[in-house]
Nanobody, 114 residues
Framework: QVQVVESGGGSVQSGGSLELSCAASGSFHQIVEKGWYREVAGKAREMVAKLGLGGLAMYADSVKGRFTISGESARVYLEMSSLTPEDTAVYFC??????????WGQGTQVTVSS
């Protein structure tokens, strides 16, 4: 069984910063991708940032230059700065492994007020 646990969400004013953390534990194969997604009620879940093999990072256009993803082993972090109300969402950590495992955390709420 694999567990993915996020932490670090909260409320912040526009222009502020937050850092999210995620830790995966349990029995999984080699991790090939880990990253962050977000979801707003009524909209599809979208990729925010992800790390592939070799540490190659990809970002959604809407967060480039403001968010930074990093990680090691079975942990992944998301540093978010210059937050705007449009960043308000539930943020989910995702881990994929070589055994076709696709694991999600429960999500952490990020609320940015204007």
């Amino acid at each position: 069984q694999v567990q993915v646990v996020e932490s670090g969400g909260g409320s912040v004013q526009s222009g502020g910063s937050l850092e999210l953390s995620c830790a995966a534990s349990g029995s999984f194969h080699q991790i090939v991708e880990k990253g962050w997604y977000r979801e707003v009620a009524g909209k599809a879940r979208e990729m925010v940032a992800k790390l592939g093999l070799g540490g190659l990072a990809m970002y959604a256009d809407s967060v480039k230059g403001r968010f930074t993803i990093s990680g090691e082993s079975a942990r992944v972090y998301l540093e978010m700065s210059s937050l705007t109300p449009e960043d308000t969402a539930v943020y989910f950590c995702n881990v994929k492994d070589t055994g076709a495992g696709d694991y999600w955390g429960q999500g952490t709420q990020v609320t940015v007020s204007s």
